[in-house]
């Protein structure tokens, strides 16, 4: 059984930080690459950041969290992190971490398997 399961989020004031953590099991860790995903009210999920070795560069950013977020792996843990500081309430929204074995990056679609989510709220 593939799970995907998300914590660490929370309300947080603007300029603040949070440490989200995506813990998973039923599948060979090492064998896939991650990505973290967010969906605010009323709009599209998008891709947040990414970590992968099937492409150039091993990690990738949305330009609207380049220098705030990054993302880690703990092999040993079998958990994927996104840190993510100077939070602004634009970045508000339901956070997904997924699974992916074609290095998808920020796209959703080739994306296998999903968390439920955890919400972050960015107060002004």
């Known amino acids: 059984e593939v799970q995907l399961v998300e914590s660490g989020g929370g309300v947080v004031q603007a300029g603040g930080s949070l440490r989200l953590s995506c813990l998973t099991s039923g599948f060979t860790f090492d064998d896939y690459s991650f990505g973290w995903f967010r969906q605010a009210p009323g709009k599209e999920r998008e891709g947040v950041s990414a970590?992968?070795?099937?492409?150039?560069?091993?990690?990738r950013y949305a330009d609207s969290v380049k220098g705030r977020f990054t993302i880690s792996t703990d092999s040993a843990k079998n958990t994927v992190y996104l840190q993510m500081n100077n939070l602004t309430p634009e970045d508000t929204g339901i956070y997904y971490c997924a699974s992916d074995k074609l290095g998808s990056l920020l796209n959703p679609v080739g994306y296998d398997y999903w968390g439920q989510g955890t919400q972050v709220t960015v107060s002004s």
């Open positions: 970590i992968t070795w099937k492409k150039v560069g091993s990690t």
